[in-house]
């Protein structure tokens, strides 16, 4: 199977579920996760009309995405993983969104380096909502404590929540995780009205359907596109 035909497969697969919820075309987005293949893989991606990566490895995306995105400038890179402060100014110039937004001081870091960057970053907060995953805030008094830094940073934009579901084939406990997020985009949009929590980014290779069925607005796929990762 090529990187073309894993693409196209993946999107019917989630025009299916997306109608199957009774939503309309085209209102789940797809981050084509390219961590571990080179950078000849994302372009063969790029060929194929994909558009938004993500990437969980500060080094490894700059290697690869700074010249990706000189010659294609439509193309847009998320952070997916976990981020150190100390790297926030290397990954900046080539993201156009933070998913991983896991605390306060990172948030300020990002704020920071966006205003000497000039420039606009989306942000995700991203929430702890299964048993095995340790990322994420874990509980609704931090993340609000980290929302209300907001209103001081001109640069950083939220656009929604992010989690990852518990890597288990217990389905019960998959679905479980994503309304823990649905029920915290809730309460997050009762709580600040003004801003944008539209973006719901849940789903991997293994659970996007679940996913989607429950409310993603965003799903992250990496193994189904690009095969297994080189070790
Ligand atoms: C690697 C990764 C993915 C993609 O995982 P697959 O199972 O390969 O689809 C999605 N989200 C995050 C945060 C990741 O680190």
């Not at 942000?123 to 805030?137: C, P, Q, Y």
């Amino acid at each position: 199977m090529s990187i073309q035909d894993n693409l196209s497969r993946v999107q019917e697969s989630i025009a299916d579920a997306t109608l199957r919820t009774g939503r309309p075309a085209g209102s789940v987005r797809l981050v084509a996760v390219s961590k571990f293949h080179p950078v000849d893989t994302v372009l063969e991606a790029v060929q194929s009309g994909q558009r938004l990566f993500g990437e969980n490895r500060v080094q490894e995306a700059e290697e690869k995405f700074s010249g990706v995105l000189v010659h294609h400038p439509d193309v847009q890179l998320h952070m997916i993983g976990s981020l150190q402060r100390n790297k926030v100014a290397k990954i900046l110039p080539v993201t156009s969104c933070v998913q991983s937004v896991d605390r306060r001081e990172l948030l300020l870091e990002i704020e920071k380096r966006a205003a000497l960057l000039g420039k606009s970053v989306d942000i995700l907060f991203e929430i702890h909502t299964g048993e095995e995953s340790k990322a994420g805030f874990a509980s609704e008094k931090d993340l609000f404590e980290a929302i209300d830094l907001l209103a001081e940073c001109g640069h950083t934009r939220c656009s929604g929540l992010m989690t990852m579901a518990p890597f288990t084939s217990n389905e019960t406990s998959i679905r479980a995780s994503f309304r823990k997020l649905v029920d915290l985009q809730y309460r997050c949009q009762q709580e600040y009205p003004a801003l944008d929590f539209s973006t719901l980014s849940m789903g991997m290779s293994n659970d996007y359907r679940i996913a989607i069925e429950e409310g993603s607005t965003m799903v992250r796929i990496g193994t189904a596109i690009f095969g297994e990762r080189p070790v």
